[in-house]
Each structure stands twice: as structure tokens, then as C-alpha cells.
């Protein structure tokens, strides 16, 4: 018999091995229940804590903690804005000496209260940051806000003054707000000073890379400019304690609006920095964009500034200069200087073609290579036309298109050859042809530029009488 309860005491003890015990769910809410009667450490509700060591303990809290961390700083404020408001209630009905008297409690109260606040918002601060649920949070902040405007809205004028000297005069307060514009300023100018040495060495820098024009090295040193003053700013304010989490989400949205209200700055935009990448003309080059011929003497990435050969400054949206046809006249060193001089039909042509040579040769801006092209080009209807083009130095063009023009036509006096007027012959057909006379030639004299009759028929009228 012992043996049998032995072994069936053994069999049970196999079948509960291999079938252990499951956790119920309840006993499962129950473990969970009794895990979060531990929240948090007791110093975190002490209202004599440090902000900044509140705000450090708080860090590896869970959003559960913090929530319930949250529901105790909540009854904290309660508390002590009760003692304000009593106190506020006694500074109404008192007089004198007393509603002095008062008058000072509630100013003390107020900002201890203040002080418990703060810390009540860490909290919230904490809360959100870790994925709090939004309409609690905004439920308990709504709470101070709602006893902030109640308090300032019910106290009298005495009352208000001694809270905002009160607040001028606290180390948290009105000397932290000026410590810290301080600190903003004074940043500011190192910002400044910074950035522009920072911009001397990139423009120092940037003048050492080959082929990058003068645009787009304005371009860049600008932006590094300003590029260095964003992110200082953002340390300085992030030093300073300020959430600048709100000013990209700012930033992003005012952005989206400049973008729709912006457009056709926007395309100026997009054209500067095609025209600096692609470099079409620089600074100093004589240019003629969409009928506008000048010097360009500046561009920004919004607009091209030209000064024209009259000293008129036009500034040229961008849009509009890559948008159109760009003649860049100074691009190159050298120039071909296009002139066409006609001579009469009766006029020698190769000593009209030995003439332009000689004039050629004589100027010392016109240069051997390459050499200069000179041909009969076209008989036209008044006159032999000879193309003379002899190339030059880009700076020189115009200095040799009106010497040329003036010494060709001081030669061709000199050896006889004429340029001849524009002509036209007329004829008269009469309507009967055994009445038909000699066709008049009528030509335009030089003299008076009138017409003449040359065959010698005057007084005589389309019918011969």
C-alpha cells in the first residue's frame, strides 16, 4: 500500500510539471495594479525641490509616472492657491494698516505660488514630451491659465503693482529676463562678429577655386553668412532654456504661405542660381538680355542690375534675363569688326580693295592673327559692296569700327572713288507704241537730291506733244 500511494503520488507530480499552473488575467492586473502604486520617488513632490533638479529627475519616468506625478503637483497649487485666495479675500475686506499688512502675505503667497507652478508645468513639460495623451495635458494647463486670469482680473490696482515689482525684483524673474536679454544681446554681437570672420575666410577660401564666377561666390559667402547666424541663434536660445521645436514648425508653415504669396519671387529665385551655376555672364561683362544692352553691375538671386552706355541703371527681374535670349558681347577676348563700304560700278574694285588693306594695316589695334577678311561681297542694286573684317581686342571694338569708318572714307576721297547714292531708274511705257519716244532716265542729283530727266525729253507728256 505505500508503494501505491508513492507512486501515485509520483504520477501526480509528473502531470503538474508537465501542466504548470497558468496566470489568470486578473492576477496579471493585479501584478500590474500594484507595480504602479510605485511611481516615483517621494522627493519629486517635495515643493521645496530645485526646478532644475525636478526637471532631471523626471527624465526616466514613464508616461504613467508622470501622469500620476502630474495629479500630485496638481493638488500642491491647489492647496496654496486656496491660501492665496483666502488671503486675496482678506485684502478686500481689510483697510489701513492691515490691508497693508495683507497686502504683503498675498505678494509672498503669490510668489510662492508661482514657484510651484513652475514646476507643476515641468512636469506637464515632461509629460507631453514622452507622449502624453494631449487632452489631459491641456486640461491641466488649462487650469492655471484659468487661475491666472481669474487672480489678475479680481485683484486691485495696489495689488497688481506690488505683484509686478515683486516679479521685477526676483531672482526668477524680472533680473533672469534681464540677465537673459542680456545674454541674447551680447550673443548677438559675437554672432555678428563670427559670422563675418567666418565670411572673410570662405570668400578667402572660395577665391582659390578655379573656374567659379564672381555671382556664385557672392552667392555662397552670403549664405554661409547667414547660415552661421541661424544656427548661434538657435544655440544661444537653446542654452537659454527656450523649446525651439515650435520655431521649425513655424518656419515650415510660414514657409508653405510665402510659398503660395511668393511665386514669382520664387522664380527669380530658381533663375539667380541658374544664372550663377551656369555662369551666361559675370560681373563687368557687357551684356544685351531681352533688348536691355548694358554692363552688369551687380546680381543678387533675385534680380540682375545693368548699367546701360548712357549710364541708366536698369534692374532686370531674373526670371526675365534667363528666360530670354543672352547675348554676352565680352565673353570672349577677341572681336570681329563687321563694316560693308560700297563703291560705284565704275569705281576700280582692286584699288578699292588695296585701299581698305592699307587702312587695315595702318591701324595698330587691328591684329595679324587672324587675319582680316576683305572681299567683294555683293553687287547690289546702287553700288559695289565690300566687306572689310578685321578682328581686335574685345575693348577695342568700337575704337576701331569708327576709326576705320572715318579713315576708309578719307582714302576713297583721296584716290577718286566714289561712294555712290542709292539710284533708280524709270521707264515710261506709252500706251501707243508708234508714238514712243526715248525713255528718260530720271536720277537724283547729289546737289539737291531732286529728280532730273536725263534724255533731254522735257515738256513732253506721255502722249510725246
Not at 504602479?36 to 526646478?51: C, M, N
Not at 560681373?283 to 554692363?295: E, H, N
Request: proline fraction near 5%; charge should be negative; include cysteine.
Amino acid at each position: 500500500m505505500p508503494r501505491l500511494i508513492g507512486l501515485f503520488l509520483l504520477l501526480l507530480g509528473s502531470l503538474a510539471w508537465l501542466n504548470p499552473p497558468q496566470p489568470s488575467f486578473a492576477q496579471d492586473a493585479g501584478a500590474a495594479s500594484a507595480q504602479a502604486d510605485v511611481i516615483f520617488p517621494s522627493q519629486l513632490t517635495d515643493p521645496q525641490i530645485k526646478l532644475g533638479d525636478l526637471e532631471l529627475l523626471t527624465v526616466p519616468l514613464t508616461v504613467d509616472q508622470l501622469k500620476a506625478l502630474a495629479g500630485k503637483w496638481l493638488d500642491i497649487v491647489k492647496s496654496k492657491t486656496e491660501q492665496v485666495v483666502d488671503t486675496q479675500i482678506a485684502v478686500s475686506k481689510a483697510t489701513g494698516e492691515t490691508a497693508d499688512a495683507q497686502r504683503e502675505k498675498l505678494t509672498k503667497l503669490y510668489a510662492e505660488r508661482n514657484d510651484l507652478f513652475d514646476r507643476y508645468s515641468a512636469v506637464l513639460n515632461a509629460w507631453e514630451k514622452k507622449g502624453g495623451d494631449t487632452k489631459e495635458i491641456t486640461v491641466y494647463r488649462d487650469y492655471q491659465n484659468a487661475i491666472f486670469l481669474e487672480e489678475t482680473r479680481k485683484a486691485d490696482t495696489k495689488t497688481l503693482m506690488a505683484w509686478a515689482m515683486d516679479w521685477l525684483m526676483a531672482e526668477d524673474g524680472g533680473i533672469a529676463l534681464a540677465k537673459n536679454v542680456a545674454i541674447v544681446i551680447v550673443s548677438f554681437l559675437a554672432l555678428l562678429f563670427v559670422a563675418r570672420m567666418v565670411r572673410k575666410l570662405v570668400r578667402r577660401w572660395i577665391g582659390h577655386v578655379p573656374n567659379i564666377s564672381d555671382l556664385l561666390q557672392a552667392f555662397i559667402v552670403g549664405i554661409v553668412y547667414w547660415i552661421v547666424l541661424a544656427i548661434g541663434l538657435m544655440l544661444v536660445l537653446s542654452g537659454l532654456g527656450v523649446d525651439i521645436t515650435p520655431l521649425f514648425a513655424l518656419f515650415g508653415g510660414a514657409s508653405i504661405i510665402a510659398a503660395l504669396a511668393m511665386q514669382d519671387s520664387l522664380s527669380n529665385l530658381a533663375s539667380g542660381l541658374m544664372i550663377m551655376i551656369y555662369r551666361p555672364f559675370d560681373v563687368g561683362d557687357y551684356v544685351d538680355v531681352g533688348g536691355v544692352a548694358g554692363t552688369v553691375k551687380s546680381t543678387n538671386i533675385f534680380a540682375t542690375t545693368v548699367t546701360t552706355p548712357d549710364n541708366q541703371v536698369i534692374v532686370i527681374p531674373n526670371k526675365n534675363v534667363w528666360g530670354n535670349i543672352i547675348t554676352n558681347v565680352t565673353a570672349s577676348e577677341t572681336r570681329r569688326v563687321d563694316l560693308v563700304f560700297g563703291i560705284g560700278y565704275d569705281d576700280s574694285i582692286p584699288e578699292a580693295l588695296k585701299v581698305l588693306q592699307q587702312a587695315v594695316d595702318a591701324h595698330p589695334l587691328v591684329l595679324k592673327d587672324p587675319e582680316p577678311t576683305i572681299r567683294v561681297n555683293e553687287l547690289a542694286d546702287s553700288s559695289v559692296n565690300l566687306i572689310c573684317r578685321p578682328w581686335v581686342k574685345t575693348s577695342d571694338y568700337w575704337t576701331v569700327y569708327w576709326d576705320l569708318q572715318r579713315y576708309v572714307k578719307e582714302l576713297f576721297d583721296s584716290v577718286g572713288i566714289s561712294i555712290p547714292y542709292p539710284q533708280q531708274d524709270v521707264h515710261f511705257i506709252p500706251a501707243d507704241p508708234s508714238k514712243a519716244l526715248p525713255t528718260p532716265a530720271i536720277k537724283k542729283t547729289p546737289s539737291t537730291g531732286r529728280p532730273s530727266i536725263s534724255a533731254g525729253d522735257e515738256g513732253h507728256n506721255d502722249d510725246g506733244k
